[in-house]
């Protein structure tokens, strides 16, 4: 089976730069579990929601909506989030409304650094640990598409956070449970994308670094998305450059060939980069000539992982 | 001259916004190249530049001060401004001191408000503060300094939303009257807790005490306090700053790359930036891959191996290579057209620079004053 390190937790938070690709990646890996038979949610955090449309499939909003078979998706929002929490904190509706409904509660609730945070990390966690209406766990796997390095990083360490500031009581509970969960590497893996140019490299170390001194998280996994593909050797470059001044077929043939060696030689140097900084198992995901992102584009990203699982290997190809 | 350059000649301040990732510090750095080898004084304010293109502006070492590049840089570059260029980038904290400082009625109520708990996390934690402190300090760039031309590069946004409203919505924020009216009597801690009870039965008090301690309310109260004499003054800059970027001599310029979710996010810029009449000056697609070939059909390996043989020799193997190359760099060319297509179909008649994927990351000015010319 695919990837069965990732694939056999019950939470996958894939995370890194913003546009390096999290929402392919983590659409990628729901439709693996799903095929491995799982039931699995798949929860957006407050975005633009792109995992159900990329699905085929209607947004799902603040709900829970089915996309495909056995593959749920949601977009967890604060207020949502807020509703929910608070309900389950206080009980009654009535009490609730009078609270989280006030005008100047509302604007405390917003003012209060992390909330918002505290909120949406409690509802994906809670989700985790639900159970359905057989007793089993209501989901196999809840794969989050969480947000770009700072906010991810604000929302994994809200648990943490509240441990160190809160008095015993019943938050100081829930920060127990939740980060128990979150640093529990036998249920819940940690996904880093990345692409494989300079300034997405240096973000993806600054933000592995934050996951384990800020979250105490060890990220598990790295996929570098949009590798282009390697056909020329860096030796042949020279010779490239000097076919590129031909007629045309060659002439145009050889100038596009020279751009994807350099850019293929850039990327493998980025590659190292990480590698040797971050010391991960890595899935190298192919770059796609594509204009629509859809259902064909996530499957050939998930039949990439499937065919070469991450690993340590120094070139899985 | 290229359109875009065009548009900005009459301009004094660029605002380069986009979402992250698509290159807007080297396309802000390259417009404010531009204006500087044609003889002006130009600025380019950046906010997290990759460390080559730092290294090419003389950045690494010199931070957030504004800092003139030197001549040699040019020179080595091979590269005869007729005017200048200085570069500098932003620092949120000394921006936020500094505009306290300027507004405190006196030194204890400066320090009274940089020595807050809740106004030290402010700027990290508070969705808006840099995207506030970006304009706060153009304002100070565009009416304190006589440049010819300020170029803002802008943090990377969430929502296209946020740049236009950050100021607002950080001043609500710290003007609330019924929160500072709530809080500023009771600053000590219990005393809070117990205000807050009289509110609504004790749950009030209840509630926010589990999600918070009364030890954040109290430093709440207290930065309250504390802006409320300085709040007219904060309100009458944000509106100062709000009316000068509607100015004519203001242009906004959106930058995208061709990747989908950053021409959806170019062209909520746009629309959001036409709608509250904000002078555009353009929009750069950058990192496109350029179109080698055209609508032809592609040359097959065959093609190619008769093409080299006469071209003086080459392998089966270089043909195949060659071909499958080119088809799939024409594949990449054209989703990018694809692209392209819907960012310049939403703005009819906008100067428009497309800038295509350069075979390296630019890292020094020469690189630059290529991207400069594309502009």
């Not at chain 1, 980060?179 to 300034?199: F, I, K």
């Not at chain 2, 709000?242 to 790359?257: I, N, Y």
Request: proline share 7%; aromatic share 4%.
């Amino acid at each position: 089976m695919a990837a069965p390190t990732l694939l056999d937790r019950r939470l996958v938070v894939v995370t890194g730069k913003g546009g390096v690709g999290k929402s392919t990646v983590a659409s990628a890996l729901a439709l693996l579990a799903v095929r491995a038979g799982k039931r699995v949610l798949v929860c957006e955090v407050n975005a633009q929601e792109r995992v159900a449309p990329l699905l085929g499939a209607p947004p799902a909003g603040a709900r829970e909506r089915e996309a495909l078979p056995g593959l749920f998706t949601v977009n967890v929002t604060p207020p949502e989030a807020m509703r929910e929490y608070g309900l389950m904190v206080l009980r009654f509706r009535a009490i609730y409304a009078a609270v989280f409904e006030n005008r100047v509660m509302r604007y405390f609730l917003k003012a209060i650094p992390s909330l918002a945070e505290l909120v949406m990390i409690g509802k994906i966690l809670h989700e985790v640990r639900k159970a359905g209406s057989d007793g089993r766990p209501r989901w196999d796997l809840v794969v989050v598409d969480a947000p770009s390095t700072g906010h991810a990083i604000q929302l994994l360490r809200v648990p943490s956070a509240l441990l160190d500031t809160v008095p015993p009581g019943p938050l100081q509970h829930s920060a127990r449970w939740m980060h128990d969960l979150l640093v529990d590497p036998e249920r819940t893996a940690v996904a880093l994308v990345t692409l494989p140019e300079e300034m997405p490299v240096n973000e993806t170390l600054e933000l592995d670094a934050a996951l384990r001194s800020v979250v105490g998280i060890v990220p598990t996994t790295l996929f570098v998305n949009a590798m282009p593909a390697n056909r020329f050797a860096p030796g042949e470059e020279s010779r490239l450059a000097t076919l590129a001044g031909e007629r045309a077929p060659v002439g145009p043939a050889a100038t596009a060939a020279r751009l994807q060696s350099i850019r293929a030689r850039l990327a493998a140097e980025q590659v190292a980069r990480v590698r040797a900084a971050l010391d991960l198992p890595t899935g190298l995901l192919p770059l796609l000539p594509l204009a629509d992102w859809g259902r064909a584009a996530l499957e050939r990203i998930a039949a990439a992982i499937d065919a070469a699982p991450p690993s340590r290997e120094p070139w899985p190809r | 001259m290229a359109a875009l350059t065009e548009a900005l000649a009459s301009r004094r301040i660029a605002v380069c916004v986009g979402s992250g990732g698509v290159g807007k510090t080297t396309v802000a750095a390259a417009i404010a190249l531009e204006r500087a080898l044609a003889g002006g004084r130009a600025l380019v304010c950046t906010i997290d530049p990759a460390r080559r293109l730092a290294n090419a502006l003389g950045l690494s070492t010199l931070g957030n001060v504004e800092s003139a590049v030197p001549a040699e840089r040019f020179a080595a570059a091979g590269l005869r401004p007729r005017g200048e260029l200085s570069a500098m980038m932003l620092d949120v904290k000394r921006t936020w001191d500094d505009l306290v400082a300027r507004h405190a009625p006196d030194e204890a109520a400066r320090d009274r408000i940089l020595a807050n708990r809740l106004y030290q996390q402010m700027s990290a934690v508070l969705a808006g503060s840099q995207e506030y402190m970006a304009m706060e300090k153009l304002y100070e760039l565009a009416t304190d300094r006589d440049y010819d031309l300020v170029v803002l590069d802008t943090p990377p946004t969430a929502h296209a939303l946020d740049f236009l409203e950050a100021p607002t919505r950080m001043l609500d924020f710290l003007g609330n009257e019924s929160a500072r009216l709530l809080l500023a009597p009771a600053i000590g801690a219990g005393r809070v807790s117990l205000r807050l009870a009289q509110l609504s039965g004790g749950y009030l008090a209840k509630v926010l005490a589990r999600f918070t301690g009364a030890q954040v309310l109290a430093d709440l109260g207290e930065l309250l306090a504390s802006f409320h004499g300085m709040y007219e003054g904060f309100k009458r800059r944000a509106a100062a700053v709000r009316a000068l970027l509607g100015q004519p001599e203001v242009g906004f310029v959106v930058v995208s790359s061709p990747a989908m979710a950053s021409i959806d996010e170019a062209r909520a810029f746009h629309e959001r930036l036409r709608a509250e009449g904000m002078p555009l000056a353009g929009l750069v697609a950058n990192r496109v891959t350029p179109d080698l070939w055209g609508d032809a059909p592609l040359p097959s390996p065959g093609d190619l191996a008769s093409a080299l043989g006469a071209a003086g020799g080459g392998d089966g193997d270089l043909a195949r290579r060659l071909a499958e190359g080119l088809a799939e760099h024409q594949a990449l060319a054209r989703a990018d057209a694809v692209a392209l297509e819907r960012l310049f179909s939403a703005a009819p008649g906008l100067p428009r620079a497309v800038v295509p994927r350069l075979e390296e990351d630019v890292h020094d000015l020469a690189g630059l004053a290529r991207m400069a010319e594309r502009i």
